[in-house]
């Protein structure tokens, strides 16, 4: 047997000095910034990228005779080859830029969903964030399909068993998460994929969380689509990708009309350009796509078994501090999560406890998380939600229980 590869340490003093917002104070204290789910902050370089976009190579892509619509066109088409080798995609032409995970579903929804008629399922999970939840509720209104959900244990991990019960003759696709967002579940795409295909059923992942925190390889996974969102990987907001594996893309109709996608308009028709150009209509985000790229290759420059290690040891201290304060309940114990931690505390509100953990300039989320259903599944209606990135360390973990302790002194 080999023996273990040791990841190379990560020097995070020197990765913090990267993200200038991590040097502001938040009402007299040094900001701790725990809710990188909903949206991670921003390196240098990424910022950088953007500004540079504007500063230096700005025009509109594609069909331009300009020196700098070239420009612009090469850094974009570039940044497709960052995504694609990012996710380990054959070609780039497999990668579809959007504004994020949640378009990139829409479109999956929209395009594959033309072909689905009534009483035909869609197969999603308990676990799901709205984006992978709501274009498929809009699917089966629109064609009498049913969305059928696959159930999550008591600890947070997905039923397995009973998502292959689910699995019949009319089901058209599973869609579900690569890691939840509020349990920090990640679900063994691989096998998912291999029970689905057995069976004949395509499977679309939802990577929003799952491609900040692990290495993801599409093409060892299998799947057929996989969607992810660059503002959480420390990328711009407006910009993301679809993977669509194969020859998906050409099998698809296009989802929206406009510039870009077409080949020919006439008055009475109209035909398309190649894929993935098809897919774009109308003129992207020019710079946030090439900034997305710049936050990949910032992102690709460390070991992702680093990273995980580095946040779960974070996870673990933050964990451990909650068990010892009165009433406090972890939501999302499955074997393997990431760091990401949803909690209650008993008698307190989410919002109240969120809110006096600012006054310490403690970041988190709370609420619902997008995540309806699962906090039905769990009886409450919203969490508070501390979530670990590259660049938090154990004095933010600290900081994190000494502020829920406070909140809880202030409130109960
Ligand atoms: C944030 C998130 C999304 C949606 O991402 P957008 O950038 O809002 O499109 C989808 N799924 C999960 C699991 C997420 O965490």
């Known amino acids: 047997m080999n023996a273990p590869v040791k990841a190379p340490a990560l020097d995070i003093a020197a990765i913090r000095a990267q993200f200038p917002i991590l040097k502001r104070q938040i009402n007299g204290h040094p900001l701790v910034y725990l809710d990188s789910a909903a949206s991670a902050q921003k390196p240098d370089s990424v910022i950088d990228a953007v500004s540079n976009v504007y500063r230096q190579s700005y025009a509109n892509v594609h069909r331009g005779l300009h020196t700098l619509a070239n420009e612009a066109t090469t850094a974009f088409e570039a940044a497709r080859e960052t995504v694609a080798n990012f996710l380990n995609v054959a070609r780039p032409e497999e990668i579809v830029f959007t504004r994020g995970a949640t378009e990139a579903v829409n479109l999956v ?3 594959l969903g033309e072909s689905l008629g009534e009483g035909d399922a869609i197969i999603i999970s308990q676990m799901e964030h709205h984006s992978n939840i709501v274009p498929w509720l809009l699917l089966a209104e629109r064609k009498g399909a049913v969305v059928r959900w696959a159930r999550v244990t008591d ?22 998460t690569h890691m939840s967002n509020v349990l920090g579940t990640v679900n063994d795409a691989r096998a998912i994929t291999e029970m689905a295909h057995a069976k004949g059923v395509p499977v679309l992942f939802d990577g929003a969380q799952a491609a900040v925190h692990l290495p993801v390889d599409v093409r060892a996974i299998g799947c ?4 992810f969102t660059g503002h959480k990987l420390y990328g711009p907001s407006g910009a993301g990708a679809l993977y669509a594996k194969g020859d998906w893309l050409e099998r698809l109709g296009p989802w929206q009309g406009g510039g870009e996608m077409i080949a020919d308009v006439y008055e009475d028709r109209v035909t398309f350009a190649d894929v993935p150009h098809k897919f774009e209509a109308g003129t992207p985000a020019i710079a946030d796509v090439i900034g997305m790229a710049a936050a990949i290759k910032w992102l690709s420059q460390f070991d992702k078994n680093a990273i995980m290690a580095h946040e779960a040891a974070l996870y673990g201290q933050a964990a451990a501090g909650l068990r010892d304060i009165p009433g406090a309940r972890i939501i999302g114990t499955a074997p393997g999560k990431g760091a990401i931690l949803s909690f209650s505390v ?43 990135a590259i660049y938090n360390t154990p004095a933010d973990a600290g900081a994190f229980i000494a502020a829920v302790a406070k909140a809880r002194e202030f409130l109960i």
Not at 224 to 227: A, E, I, Q, R, T
Request: charge should be neutral; glycine fraction near 8%; include cysteine.
């Open 346 to 388: 008993d008698g307190l509100h989410a919002h109240d406890l969120a809110q006096i953990m600012d006054r310490y300039g403690v970041a988190v989320r709370a609420g619902h998380h997008c995540a309806q259903p699962l906090m039905r599944r769990f009886g409450v209606t919203s969490t508070a939600r501390a979530s670990f």
């Open 155 to 176: 600890d947070g991990a997905l039923d397995m068993a009973h998502l292959e019960s689910l699995i019949g003759q009319r089901t058209k696709l599973l869609a579900i």
């Open 109 to 111: 929804a929209f395009s």
């Open 224 to 227: 057929d689509f996989y969607v």
